[in-house]
């Protein structure tokens, strides 16, 4: 049975760091992704990596504070958080799957984890 499980959410304030992580199990995915949302609004693209080659990709709006990698030992796929802003309060969301396709589409993902909160004060 294939199972994201995430942990690692939090409250931080407004500057600070949190690391989520998020346990495969039941197989290895060609691709996982962090997604993110708030009430009211659709789920939307943090960051993605391949898990052969281990490319990356990240949405302008989290470039160069967030950090997705992964454990190929332990099947794990990380994000680190930095410089975290109030307008990142969200719960996250794990995603993997095996398809191709344009990555930011949580359509081409087949497999979620149940969601963790991250609130971040001003």
């Known amino acids: 049975q294939v199972q994201l499980v995430e942990s690692g959410g939090g409250l931080v304030q407004a500057g600070g760091s949190l690391r989520l992580s998020c346990a495969a199990s039941g197989r290895t995915f060609t691709r996982y992704a962090w997604f993110r949302q708030t009430p009211g609004k659709e789920r939307e693209f943090a960051a993605g990596i391949r898990w052969s080659g281990g490319e990356t990709y990240y949405a302008d709006s989290v470039k160069g504070r967030f950090t997705i990698s992964r454990d190929n030992a332990k099947n794990t796929v990380f994000l680190q958080m930095n410089d975290l802003k109030p307008e990142d309060t969200a719960v996250y969301y794990c995603?993997?799957?095996?398809?191709?396709?344009?990555?930011?589409?949580?359509?081409?993902?087949?497999?979620w984890g149940q969601g963790t909160q991250v609130t971040v004060s001003s």
């Open positions: 995603a993997a799957g095996y398809r191709g396709g344009i990555y930011y589409l949580a359509s081409i993902y087949d497999y």
